[in-house]
C-alpha cells in the first residue's frame, strides 16, 4: 500500500485531503508544521508528500527542498492558497513534482498524485535496467543523467557522452583518436 505524507497545519484541510487519499486506498500520515514533516518522512520514507507552503516553523519551501535532496525519488505536491507565478515557479525548483492552488478537487489530487507515483515506478525500473556506476558516479543512461554521491551533476551533451563512455568501458585505455569518434564523431 502506498504512503502519503500530509504535512498542512490547517486540520480541516488536513481530514479533507486525507479522506481523498483514504478512498483511493492509501495509508495516511499527518503533520501539521515542517519540522514534524521532515521528521515522520524521514522514519517512514513516503511514497508521496502533500505539502503546503505557509506552515509554522519552517515553511513548505525548505520542506520541500530538504526532502528533495534526502529523497530523490519521493513524490511532492505543493497545495497551498499562494497562487503567484513567482511561488509555483519556486515550488518548483526547489523540487515539487506538481504544484496545486487551493481551493481543489481532491479527486484531482489524488489523480495527480498517482500519476507521479506511476512515472515514479516507471522511471525506477527503467532505471534499475539502465543504470551504470563507477565509484561514487550513478548514470542513468534512459534519462541521460549523471549523479555524484545522490546529487545531480548538470553535464553538456558532450561531457555526458564521454563520461558514459569511459564509465563503460572500465579498465580499458581508450586512446584519443577513439574517444574524438565516440563522442565527437571525428574519424
Known sequence: MKQILIIED??????????????????????????????????????????????????????????????????????????????????????ADDYVVKPFNPLELVLRAEAILKRLQADSQTSDRETLASGPFKIATYAQKVYKQGMEIELTPKEYLLLETLISHPNVVMSKDKLLDVVWGCQ
Not at 502533500?50 to 525548505?62: A, N
Not at 497545495?79 to 515557479?89: G, V
Open 10 to 95: 490547517e486540520k480541516p484541510i488536513r481530514e479533507f485531503v486525507k479522506i481523498g487519499f483514504e478512498r483511493s486506498g492509501y495509508s495516511i500520515m499527518e503533520a501539521a508544521t515542517g519540522e514534524d514533516g521532515i521528521k515522520k518522512a524521514r522514519e517512514q520514507a513516503p511514497d508521496m508528500v502533500i505539502l503546503d507552503i505557509i506552515l509554522p516553523g519552517i515553511d513548505g519551501f525548505e520542506v520541500c527542498r530538504a526532502l528533495r535532496q534526502e529523497f530523490p525519488r519521493m513524490g511532492i505536491i505543493m497545495l497551498t492558497a499562494r497562487n503567484l507565478e513567482m511561488d509555483r515557479i519556486m515550488g518548483l525548483e526547489y523540487g
